[in-house]
């Protein structure tokens, strides 16, 4: 097993260099989904349950441009379809396999959660637990809740705190974990405590803190030592640093201004417990095999059967059109009844069967990984393309094949129902309101402060105005009218990840005075003239 480095496993083959660069979509798509058997599983012969599966994801990849994807079965405790299919970059000849490394993203959290239920079966940890108790230091915007929010609460999405804004916190941001955890008392809910299922990600890095106070170490050293290395997941890394040094490295892409892009690997150590782990389709293998062992595996037990099952039981009810990718699946008639969430996984019924699911979105990256534990089946797939959905229709076939045969293509389902979305979302085509400035470019450059953000700076580039926030985002405002002006930031990712970030109107406000004293940026907030 390889040496245990801070935080990541430094298992890594040297000499890797990851292109850069744009590919025409379609045929071209089509051309690299070759298929690479892996030798470890050359004498088994594919279920029957699976025959076609190859051929089917090929077509997918296809239709949904996809540039490489990989994909691992497991049915009764074994590996029973592990495979790559398409290219690690586009423009270039690098097969992917079961062993190629991709961003898992928010599939992450279940290693979250598995390390606060080790804690709890060692007794130094109940998940009811207030977390002030552990971390005397944190607060939430009320001061009630405070004193209320648990452990349970952290990974649970219910602390009534939004998404959105918060996330600009750790993403391409300056501030370390423990900053970012700090700030959380300025974020102002959206929802009653307890009251709502709504998607956050500070609530995950929090409980990233809980674990290395209870465990007195860090979370990814706890998440390498207590978890990847004793399943043997040697290609598993909880940060991107480490992949410049590695061969088999998939590189993200997505669509950006109707063109395919080869982005960079976003590193986002900062938001480790809530999404920073790489892995490939081999390894999550064994990390299912694990829940579907019900916490053992190999005559091994890292977690109690008690803590397996806490981990996928029910903890909150959301209506399914309401819970993104269940909303698609809903759309095209999935037939699901009811969406919960557990502790790190996402769970609903497909076919009168319990599923427990947990999808991943970075930069250029989508994963899922799935199990219907009852009848012993669980999947990952793991893309390089920016967006989930294909990665859902591809799940949906795999389950159809072991609970009834297949009867439906997803694939083309779910593509005729994002198209359609795109069709109506596009912009009307109207004249947008344009006009001289009220304010001299002068009158508006400065300082500006929003509390949970922190301080934005205004100064004059070119002809307008650039924008550096003190978290590193910075970008250009381009003039429309009056003090409205709209931003294009300057990271690329943002296109990808956060694209409503991109082209937000900036609204410079004047006081009682004459002078401007707020700068509101849309799906920012309001940051004060200082």
């Known amino acids: ?37 892996p030798p470890a599983l050359l004498a088994q012969p594919t279920p029957t349950e699976l025959q076609g599966l190859g051929s089917y994801v090929e077509r997918a990849m296809a239709d949904w441009a996809v540039p490489g994807l990989s994909v691992a079965v497991v049915k009764d405790d074994t590996v029973v379809f592990a495979r790559g299919f398409g290219t690690r970059t586009l423009g270039e000849d690098q097969p992917v396999d079961e062993n190629t490394v991709f961003a898992i993203g928010s599939a992450t959290k279940a290693f979250t959660t598995a390390a606060l239920g080790m804690l709890v079966d060692e007794g130094l940890l109940e998940w009811d637990r207030p977390v ?81 106070e209870i465990a007195r170490m860090s979370w990814a050293s706890f998440v390498a030592s207590r978890i990847l290395e004793p399943l043997g997941m040697e290609r598993s890394l909880t940060s991107v640093k480490p992949l410049a040094r590695m061969d088999n490295v998939a590189s993200p892409h997505a669509q950006i201004q109707g063109e395919w892009r080869t982005l960079p690997w976003r590193d986002v150590d900062t938001a480790g417990p809530a999404g920073s782990i790489n892995s490939t389709a081999a390894d999550m293998a064994q990390w299912i095999r694990l829940h579907m062992g019900d916490g053992g595996i190999d005559g091994t037990r890292l977690i109690s059967a008690a803590q397996a099952l806490e981990m996928r039981t029910p903890q909150f009810v959301v209506d399914p059109d309401r819970a993104g990718s269940m909303n698609a699946l809903n759309q095209v008639g999935a037939g699901i009844h009811f969406f919960t969430y557990g502790l790190g996984w996402q769970l609903f019924d497909y076919r009168g069967k319990k599923v427990m699911w947990h999808g991943g979105n970075i930069d250029g990256m989508a994963a899922v990984v799935a199990m219907i534990p009852e009848v012993g089946l669980g999947l990952v797939i793991l893309t390089n393309r920016n967006g989930g959905t294909v990665r ?41 309101e344009t006009g001289p400035r009220t304010h001299a470019l002068t009158a508006l450059t400065g300082w500006y402060e929003d509390r ?16 550096e926030l003190e978290t590193g985002l910075a970008g250009t405002l381009t003039h429309r009218y009056g003090d409205v002006f709209d931003v294009i930031f300057d990271d690329i990712g943002l296109w990808a990840t956060f694209p409503s970030l ?8 004047t006081g009682f005075g004459g002078g401007v004293t707020l700068l509101r940026i849309e799906g920012l907030g309001e940051f004060g003239r200082l």
């Open 502 to 509: 991109q082209g937000a109107e900036a609204r410079f406000e």
């Open 132 to 212: 002030i108790e552990i971390l005397p230091w944190f607060q939430m915007h009320d001061p009630w809740v405070t004193r209320e929010i648990t452990v349970r609460d952290l990974v649970t999405h219910r602390s009534g705190l939004p998404g959105g804004r918060s996330n600009l916190l750790w993403y391409a941001s300056r501030f370390d974990r423990r900053e970012i955890v700090r700030r959380i008392r300025f974020l102002e809910p959206t929802a009653s405590f307890r009251s709502e299922y709504q998607y956050q990600n500070l609530m995950f890095l929090t409980a990233g803190l809980v674990v290395e």
């Open 392 to 432: 859902d229709a591809l799940m949906l076939r795999i389950f159809d094949a072991f609970l009834g045969g297949v009867d439906r293509d997803w694939s083309r389902e779910l593509l005729a129902f994002e198209q359609r979305q795109r069709r109506e979302q596009e912009p009307d085509g109207g004249t947008r």
């Open 1 to 37: 097993m390889s040496q245990l480095v801070e935080g990541v496993h430094a298992a890594a083959s040297a000499g890797h260099g990851k292109g850069r660069g744009t590919w025409a979509v379609g045929a071209a798509f089509a051309a690299v989904a070759v298929v690479l058997q």
């Open 452 to 467: 949970l953000l922190g301080r934005a700076h205004v100064v004059e580039r070119g002809e307008g105005l650039g924008i």
